[in-house]
């Protein structure tokens, strides 16, 4: 009889794992569509077909269909706390996408963020070298509400002059931070909003300008 087991691990290790997406090869196809569309033209928000996919709180539906379409056992992931934290969350994540999952965020290629309001400074990520900046981290911030935050004007690759974006939450020094982040270009993070059901995106080669509150 083994010792100790509380009722909280008995009932992590009886609970059912959360399904994946109903029709892996056409939902992924769709979903990745849809990010590099975003990617490509920042500022722009795309709707995510999400169907029936329920993954375990606090990982979002957003969140988990972009991690089913990007994450693979090539890709280390690191999580913020509250995902961490989670037992159904990581053993959604690693039998899904067979992803490892590190505790050093510079040693991620992808990080899942469920309280951007309070996460870690974007300098914590890889940032990418000279010589190979594609290897920086993708940072995902989920829960975000968008066009009811202070706005940011952005410019540069993919917009045509420039375009307004507005999105929350995140932190104070938030848009400082990123503003720092896209100086670096070619080096620097890519970031990726996940809202309810759609999605948006800054790559690095983005100009921000921080605009009056």
């Given at each position: 009889?083994?010792?100790?087991?509380?009722?909280?691990?008995?009932?992590?290790?009886?609970?059912?794992?959360?399904?994946?997406?109903?029709?892996?090869?056409?939902?992924?196809?769709?979903?990745?569509?849809?990010?590099?569309?975003?990617?490509?033209?920042?500022?722009?928000?795309?709707?995510?077909?999400?169907?029936?996919?329920?993954?375990?709180?606090?990982?979002?539906?957003?969140?988990?269909?972009?991690?089913?379409?990007?994450?693979?056992?090539?890709?280390?992931?690191?999580?913020d706390r509250p995902l961490m934290q989670s037992d159904a969350v990581k053993a959604f994540l690693r039998f899904?996408?067979?992803?490892?999952?590190?505790?050093?965020?510079?040693?991620?290629?992808?990080?899942?963020?469920?309280?951007?309001?309070?996460?870690?400074?974007?300098?914590?990520?890889?940032?990418?070298?000279?010589?190979?900046?594609?290897?920086?981290?993708?940072?995902?911030?989920?829960?975000?509400?968008?066009?009811?935050?202070?706005?940011?004007?952005?410019?540069?690759?993919?917009?045509?002059?420039?375009?307004?974006?507005?999105?929350?939450?995140?932190?104070?020094?938030?848009?400082?931070?990123?503003?720092?982040?896209?100086?670096?270009?070619?080096?620097?993070?890519?970031?990726?909003?996940?809202?309810?059901?759609?999605?948006?995106?800054?790559?690095?080669?983005?100009?921000?300008?921080?605009?009056?509150?």
């Open positions: 009889m083994e010792p100790s087991i509380t009722t909280e691990n008995r009932a992590i290790r009886t609970a059912p794992l959360a399904a994946g997406f109903a029709d892996p090869v056409h939902d992924a196809q769709g979903c990745f569509r849809a990010i590099m569309d975003v990617m490509a033209r920042p500022g722009t928000r795309k709707t995510l077909e999400l169907g029936k996919l329920t993954p375990p709180a606090p990982l979002t539906p957003a969140a988990a269909a972009i991690a089913l379409t990007l994450f693979d056992y090539d890709t280390p992931v690191w999580l899904h996408t067979v992803a490892p999952i590190l505790s050093e965020p510079v040693e991620a290629a992808f990080a899942l963020v469920s309280e951007p309001g309070s996460m870690i400074p974007l300098t914590s990520f890889n940032q990418g070298s000279a010589e190979y900046p594609d290897e920086s981290t993708t940072v995902i911030l989920t829960g975000q509400v968008f066009g009811k935050a202070q706005a940011v004007t952005l410019e540069g690759p993919g917009i045509k002059e420039k375009i307004s974006f507005s999105t929350g939450p995140t932190p104070p020094i938030f848009w400082d931070q990123v503003v720092s982040n896209n100086r670096q270009f070619p080096r620097g993070i890519d970031l990726v909003f996940a809202g309810e059901k759609e999605i948006a995106a800054l790559p690095r080669s983005t100009r921000i300008t921080l605009t009056e509150a």
